[in-house]
């Protein structure tokens, strides 16, 4: 019996799947949701890589990101504009660029020819996000924003939508039928990290759950990438969190750089500077020749 037909927690399974969310399902064994997004390939051997800094700060920073994303081969510019932080005074240091940022960031995809992917965090700024980005990410405290889901769905805009760190599996595959039952299928699923229970906060803020790639991969088609940088927080375990996740199988990578981590102006204990983001990339080709996959 698969194990996807008896999952521990009981709360999930591929029949209670094919019949509560018909659209994510997979439709048999083999079949994977192949789609292409600004000329890279999703659903196939290539393990497309999502790098750049957790906020889109100044143009100066997003530029000279853009540059060494590009030099460094990977697929896809990452940044946000639009962010969901703790702190809500835009005196503290942690205030968003909003439009500006969107900007900058389309600045960064003319000169250096490297799609882009921002956060939506709002029906409202579809619109101006769309003129710019590639992708559209809906981060993990809206993943079940089911209007959200929806509008960003109408857009036909490739979608990467992210595990809430408190959801089932079951719940994210719900809110990606939202996305589905508007007509776009072209969606990627993240696993970013779970919360963990209190005794073990002294390691970590969330775990990277590496079992919900295979879990996921056996209920839908869909790619399902990770996010090793939201998941540790912290950098020093990005490079063997990342060789786990291709070995679990996933489609993709989210890598947060920073030229100067330590004055990244969100989440400063979390990107990779450029020279360790080159080695994890390097070191990442090696285990996909072990998988049959290709990185960069
Ligand atoms: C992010 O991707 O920058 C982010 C805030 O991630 P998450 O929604 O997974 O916390
Ligand atoms: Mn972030």
């Known amino acids: 019996m698969a194990i996807a037909n008896k999952f521990p927690g009981k709360d999930i399974s591929i029949e209670d799947i094919k019949t509560k969310f018909p659209l994510v399902a997979k439709k048999n064994k083999q079949h994977k949701s192949k789609f292409t997004v600004s000329g890279v390939e999703f659903g196939s051997k290539l393990i497309p890589v999502f790098a750049g800094p957790n906020m889109v700060e100044s143009e100066k920073l997003i530029l000279n990101c853009a540059k060494n994303v590009k030099k460094a081969g990977a697929h896809f510019l990452r940044g946000g504009a639009f962010k969901p932080l703790t702190f809500p005074y835009r005196s503290s240091k942690y205030y968003e660029t909003r439009e500006d940022g969107i900007k900058w960031l389309k600045k960064a995809r003319d000169k250096f020819e490297i799609p882009i992917i921002t956060e939506i965090m709002e029906e409202r700024y579809l619109d101006i996000i769309c003129k710019s980005a590639d992708i559209l990410q809906i981060g993990s405290r809206n993943m079940q924003n089911l209007e959200l889901l929806r509008e960003a769905s109408k857009t036909k805009k490739p979608i990467i939508l992210k595990r809430h760190f408190g959801s089932s599996l079951r719940d994210l595959l719900g809110a990606a039928e939202h996305i589905l039952v508007e007509g776009n299928f072209k ?76 004055k990244s102006k969100v989440d400063p204990l979390q990107p990779l500077n450029y020279k360790k983001f080159k080695d994890v990339i390097k070191q990442s080709r090696k285990i996909c020749k072990i998988f049959k996959r290709k990185i960069i």
């Not at 993240?190 to 990277?208: D, N």
């Not at 998941?231 to 990342?242: G, I």
């Open 187 to 262: 969606l990627i699923l993240c696993e970013r990290g779970v919360s963990i229970p209190h005794t073990h906060k002294s390691t970590s803020r969330f775990a990277l759950d590496l079992q919900a790639i295979p879990a996921l991969k056996e209920l839908t088609s869909f790619p399902i990438i990770s996010d090793p940088s939201h998941a540790s927080f912290w950098s020093p375990w990005v490079p063997s969190l990342t060789y786990a996740s291709i070995a679990a199988g996933c489609d993709g990578l989210i890598i947060e750089m920073h030229p100067n981590p330590s």
